[in-house]
């Protein structure tokens, strides 16, 4: 167990919509971090929050947002959903200096 | 971060030690050594990490060479529930709320046999 929790596991939904998806990272981590992973792009850096403040943006596409609470849980939002949009999502958090990333178990999304 | 070049699979019998390389002959002088695993679309999990010198834990154990331009990843007595794929990652050490992103490669299969 990594600590670090993601919900739903699960998502199914259809083109066009818009879903969100959850994290609460490890006690203490101020960094939350969102990587997707489909089947021929691997695993992607998203997007970096630090403490409530966004700190990078790696690949993620204008259809997409997050934030993240005064309490460090974060929400990636993904908008007018495409066919395309279908891989696990997995945030992941980190401590002090030159601590690991710690995985959660993923959210996988599935567009119908 | 300095690239990577990992073989893209590997086996290796239940109970033997599996050694897993790396070759990141580009690296810089403050970047560190990360390995994680992803078994089958689980989360990746985190191993083990180091910047000069060889690091132990419960988990593997990994050998850096002097150089730096390389290192190997042991585990070292490999179970059926060690077959996953293993990442290499080489990046910078972070401070405060620096950024840290991971960036992944395709990694190793590590398939151990019964």
């Known amino acids: 167990d990594s600590g670090v929790t993601q919900t739903p596991k699960h998502l199914i939904t259809a083109t066009g919509q818009r879903v969100t998806l959850r994290c609460s990272p490890r006690?203490?981590?101020?960094?939350v971090y969102w990587y997707q992973q489909s089947l021929d792009q691997g695993l992607q850096f998203l997007i970096h929050?630090?403490?409530?403040?966004?700190?990078a943006k790696g690949n993620i596409l204008e259809r997409f947002s997050a934030q993240q609470f005064p309490d460090l849980h974060s929400e990636l939002n993904l908008s007018s959903l495409e066919l395309g949009d279908s891989a696990l999502y997995f945030c992941?958090?980190?401590?002090?200096?030159?601590?690991?990333?710690?995985f959660g178990d993923g959210t996988r999304l599935s567009i119908l | 971060d300095a690239k990577t070049t990992q073989p893209p699979s590997m086996d290796c019998a239940e109970g033997r030690a599996a050694n897993l390389p790396c070759n990141h002959s580009?690296?810089?002088?403050?970047?560190?050594v990360y390995w994680y695993r992803q078994i089958h679309s689980q989360g990746p999990q985190y191993i083990i990490h180091?910047?000069?010198n060889n690091e132990t834990n419960e988990m593997a154990s990994l050998i850096i060479t002097e150089d730096r331009k390389s290192s190997t990843l042991i585990l070292p007595h490999a179970t059926l529930r060690d077959t996953a794929v293993y990442y290499c990652?080489?990046?910078?050490?972070?401070?405060?709320?620096?950024?840290?992103?991971?960036?992944f490669g395709k990694g190793t299969l590590l398939t151990v046999n019964p």
């Open positions: 992941a958090s980190s401590g002090g200096t030159n601590q690991p990333q710690h």
């Open positions: 006690s203490g981590d101020l960094s």
């Open positions: 929050y630090y403490n409530g403040e966004e700190r």
């Open positions: 580009t690296i810089s002088g403050n970047e560190y």
């Open positions: 180091g910047l000069k």
């Open positions: 990652i080489v990046r910078v050490g972070n401070s405060g709320g620096s950024n840290y992103k991971l960036t």
